[in-house]
């Protein structure tokens, strides 16, 4: 590809940094998945740090960490392993990402009528949160034809409309009737329609909404299912409820929004910030939106001189191998900045 007049696109498509590289050339240059350029990234990023790290950390058997629905430990854990390999760009025709899915098909599912990702393989422990994130990495690594995949993003579409799905009972950790379970709301995890959530003090968490409706951008329009889209319009109809600048969405004492809003980083566990809202909602195509306005200019004043982005909230640490480094100009802060600005028509 020729250099273009662009340095921190150049700087993007670097071919040192491949994850970056795969998508600054699907979502800036527009090119599709199948495209020769997009696939060698891809393979390239499964050789290179962190990917590399994490796929040399896999056990035969497919899991992290131990064994098991894999949430923890955190953040080195199956279904954290899974979630980073789809956020850092990784190759998913590989047969150890192959293994890792087929491993948390296996493992982390709630059982029927429920269906959903769970942390600890039961309806108690379904968070939109964790979905939402194992689900979007699901769907960037090629497994959108899974019927397992399908099944649980119609759970988490019906979860957040409440299609199908019974209040919770107090006191009862397990609703059954006759000894057939229905589909019913626990009083922990997503505990009634529209986000609410037990770990945000049964209020409607922003920290859910996001991922999950990140999940349902990657699905084509035309591919939607009722249930999913009407999930979208509830979820887009949240989020924009109050301004994503100011992201003063209900948290658990009723206190301010937390700070970690407002510190931009990659790779994306369950705190979000106001990046990766305006990443979903420009993906679902409210780009042009006014009352995204506010929030698009902050992002360009956070630009510093050299057009770059800095990254302000990391995992250092915590994961197989480190992400770029905090307080440093970031390539994958500025990606998703640049994605956000592009669909939101302003020239940088």
Not at 112 to 126: C, K, V, W
Request: proline share 8%.
């Amino acid at each position: 590809m020729k250099p273009s007049t662009d340095p921190v696109l150049d700087w993007l498509l670097e071919k040192r940094d491949p994850g970056v590289r795969a998508f600054a050339l699907r979502d800036l240059l527009g090119a599709p998945d199948d495209d020769p350029e997009v696939r060698a990234a891809r393979r390239s990023a499964n050789r290179a740090s962190p990917v590399r790290e994490i796929l040399e950390a896999q056990q035969p058997e497919g899991w992290w960490g131990k064994p098991g629905p894999g949430y923890g430990p955190k953040y080195r854990s199956t279904l954290w392993s899974m979630i980073f390999l789809g956020q850092l760009g990784a190759d998913g025709n590989d047969r150890r990402v192959r293994r890792g899915a087929e491993y948390v098909f296996t493992h982390s599912r709630a059982r029927e009528p429920y269906g959903g990702f769970s942390y600890n393989g039961t309806p108690a422990g379904l968070f939109h949160c964790l979905q939402g994130n194992l689900c979007t990495s699901l769907l960037e690594l090629g497994f959108g034809g899974d019927p397992r995949l399908q099944a649980a993003l119609d759970w988490l579409a019906r979860s957040i409309t409440g299609e199908g799905i019974e209040p919770a009972i107090p006191g009862s950790p397990h609703p059954r009737a006759g000894g057939i379970e229905t589909a019913r709301y626990y009083r922990t995890g997503n505990s009634g329609p529209g986000f609410l959530c037990a770990a945000n003090s049964q209020r409607p968490c922003a920290w859910g909404a996001i991922p999950a409706l990140d999940a349902f951008s990657r699905i084509p329009p035309r591919r939607r299912a009722q249930a999913v889209r009407r999930a979208i319009e509830a979820g887009a109809a949240f989020l924009l409820s109050r301004d994503p600048a100011v992201a003063d969405y209900p948290t658990p004492t009723g206190g301010p929004p937390s700070r970690s809003w407002f510190q931009f980083g990659y790779p994306l566990g369950y705190v979000q910030d106001v990046l990766r809202n305006l990443e979903v909602l420009t993906a679902l195509g409210y780009g042009r939106d006014r009352r995204l306005e506010r929030a698009g200019e902050d992002l360009l004043r956070l630009r510093g001189a050299d057009g770059r982005w800095t990254m302000r909230y990391s995992y250092k640490g915590k994961l197989w191998a480190d992400v770029e480094g905090k307080g440093k100009p970031s390539k994958w802060v500025t990606l998703r900045a640049r994605r956000v600005l592009k669909r939101m028509g302003v020239t940088v």
